[in-house]
């Protein structure tokens, strides 16, 4: 029988939790560029390869086909270990990418597409565990914190690189700069790998299949939701709403093995983590992508202009991330999700008056920063937390989890973002009032779903206490 790893043993000495904290944030940086880059870019990609008809698909069959290998990822990890999943997922993440770079078609870039999600998928789950068992607790939240951190420095800068290239030189660059560069870090990775102490891990396969099933059940409910939030507003009919809901409840349907039970009916602990993440990124998401279109359209701010009103958001999650790492106090830390739930919802209300043309922008700006606060407090704080009320030989799947409530609630919520603003999208004003005001009825029910993370908790008697009866 192999001999039970000691906690001794499970930490990484601070030289190798340096490097880990490094690799990974840089492996995360190359993640989120192209997750964030590539809007800027497949405007030009889908006119230049004459596929502005599958514009919808191609941007969201990454999410999408991440969603199946986030779920397949924690299993694989508390099996075989991470070294393979993150290996195989940076490697297919790679090879989306170059095929996307050197696609003739957009049949085969959407086909470069998903196979760069699923490779995604693959990448972000094993470096939550290697933290979650390698890094001792109280520092998880600087790990945290720098994982935020890289993708808000993406967010900064990579619209503009990508709009650069896009104008200066082609659009293919946007995709080809981040395999030439995990080209370059993949022995650097390996070394790191090789410097962390052994582990442990005791998981089985057996069910897996079971796993793959549901899960491309769930991306490809996602797939459909996100195909039907471009429709016209003239051509919704009955039939268009029934596939809606039916997708939707599928998608739910297909996600429940794959995250906690008690998840979908917000049991207090761990399943309202997860469910308290899905709807804090989904909602955050789900705004975010239409602001720099209502700045535009109601205030004729130019692109640039408008796209800085995500860098305030960006900036201000970096700095919630930072304030909630140095909260260390568990007695302070369990308030954190709450707060962040609150600033997100205050800064989701102020969004709604900038739909009307006489009130400043301006007012966007800050309310975009609350909001951007607000996520960044709770999101960190909400990964420590769950691989907190998680055992050391569970914590990928848990891991797996928060990827999924990551992903699941971003395409969901893009998805009704769109079917809701595509309802009256000719009506200008009232499209964006009804498009912020649903986003904002999800930022409501991320507040009070906050108010569940903590495990219920219970006391038993003393022992020299009288019975009461």
């Given at each position: ?6 906690r ?20 995360i ?19 230049q ?54 696609s ?102 057996k ?14 409910a ?12 003239a ?16 998608a ?30 989904g ?42 790492a ?34 400043s ?69 009232a ?7 649903v ?31």
């Open positions: 029988m192999m001999a039970k790893i000691s001794k043993q499970r930490t990484a000495s601070e030289s190798a939790q340096r490097w880990l904290l490094w690799t990974a944030t840089a492996i940086t190359c993640i989120a560029f192209e997750t964030l880059a590539v809007t800027t870019a497949m405007p030009t990609v889908t006119t390869l004459q596929g502005e008809h599958l514009f919808a698909l191609a941007n969201g069959i990454a999410l999408a086909a991440q969603l199946i290998t986030t779920a397949i990822a924690g299993q694989w990890i508390d099996a075989k270990g991470v070294k393979s999943a993150l290996f195989i997922g940076l490697s297919m993440f790679a090879l989306g990418l170059f095929i996307c770079t050197t003739p078609t957009i049949e085969i870039f959407t086909i470069g597409r998903m196979v760069q999600g699923l490779g995604g998928g693959l990448c972000i789950v094993p470096l939550y565990v290697l933290v979650g068992r390698l890094v001792p607790s109280d520092t998880q939240p600087k790990f945290f914190a720098f994982f935020s951190a890289a993708w808000v420095v993406p967010s900064l800068v990579g619209p503009a690189i990508s709009g650069f290239l896009v104008e200066q030189a082609h659009w293919r660059w946007v995709f080809a700069i981040v395999p030439i560069a995990l080209v370059v870090i993949m022995p650097v990775i390996g070394k790191v790998l090789n410097m962390l102490p052994p582990m442990e891990f005791t998981g089985s396969l069910g897996i299949n079971k796993t793959t099933g549901v899960a491309l059940g769930t991306g490809g996602a797939i459909i939701l996100q195909v039907l939030s471009g429709t016209e507003s051509d919704f009919t009955p039939l268009t709403f029934i596939i809606v809901a039916v997708a939707m409840i599928a739910l349907a297909f996600v429940r093995p794959l995250i906690p039970s008690r998840t979908i009916t917000l049991g207090r602990g761990l399943p309202a983590t997860i469910a308290f993440r899905t709807f804090l990124n909602t955050f998401v789900g705004i975010e992508i239409y602001l720099p279109l209502m700045l535009q359209w109601i205030h004729g701010w130019d692109p640039f202009e408008a796209g800085l009103t995500l860098t305030v958001g960006s900036a201000t999650w970096a700095v919630g991330s930072f304030i909630q140095r909260i260390v106090d568990p007695k302070n830390r369990k308030y954190i999700a709450n707060w962040g739930a609150f600033f997100m919802l205050l800064g989701c209300l102020g969004t709604i008056p900038v739909a009307f043309v006489s009130v922008p301006g007012f966007l700006v800050a309310a975009w920063a609350v909001a951007g606060l607000g996520i960044g407090l709770a999101h960190p704080a909400m990964s420590t937390h769950a691989l907190g009320l998680t055992p050391v030989e569970k914590q990928g799947g848990t891991s797996s989890s928060l990827q999924m409530a990551d992903n699941l609630g971003s395409a969901l919520a893009i998805a009704i973002a769109g079917i809701a603003f595509a309802l009256i999208a000719g009506q200008g004003t499209a964006f009032v009804l498009l912020l005001s986003m904002s009825g999800l930022a409501l029910c991320t507040l009070l779903i906050s108010f569940r993370v903590e495990p219920k908790v219970t006391t038993s008697p003393l022992p020299n206490e009288a019975d009461p009866r």
